[in-house]
Nanobody
Framework: QVQLVESGGGLVQAGGSLRLACAAS????????MGWFRQSPGKEREFVAA??????YYVDSVKGRFTISRDNAKNTVYLQMNSLKPEDTAVYYC??????????????????????WGQGTQVTVSS
């Protein structure tokens, strides 16, 4: 069983930055595919970014603004968010998948493919 705990959300003005962190339990963290998703009221959960080894994947709307990274020594994955826009406002969730998975964007972007989820952290961007 893997537990994920997100932190770092908050209120920021448009153009500002935030860094989200997701701390994971478990001894095999380095082998997990890790993803960030977000969900706004009335909308489906949306893929934001994923990292598998050194490979990173992003939804088009955040490319060039967000950066996903991981520190395996700390069992933590990060999401650095720059140039934030009001449309980035959402609850952000960390997700993990161990065992067998596919290292490609189309597979990693699907929430159903992740086994473990954090509780979410609110990000609010004011205009």
């Amino acid at each position: 069983q893997v537990q994920l705990v997100e932190s770092g959300g908050g209120l920021v003005q448009a153009g500002g930055s935030l860094r989200l962190a997701c701390a994971a339990s478990g001894r095999t963290f380095s082998s997990y595919a890790m993803g960030w998703f977000r969900q706004s009221p009335g909308k489906e959960r949306e893929f934001v970014a994923a990292i598998v080894g050194l490979n990173t994947y992003y939804v088009d709307s955040v490319k060039g603004r967000f950066t996903i990274s991981r520190d395996n020594a700390k069992n933590t994955v990060y999401l650095q968010m720059n140039s934030l826009k009001p449309e980035d406002t959402a609850v952000y969730y960390c997700a993990a998948r161990g065992g067998i998975y596919y290292n490609n964007y189309d597979w990693l972007k699907r929430p159903v493919n992740y086994e473990y989820w954090g509780q979410g952290t609110q990000v609010t961007v004011s205009s």
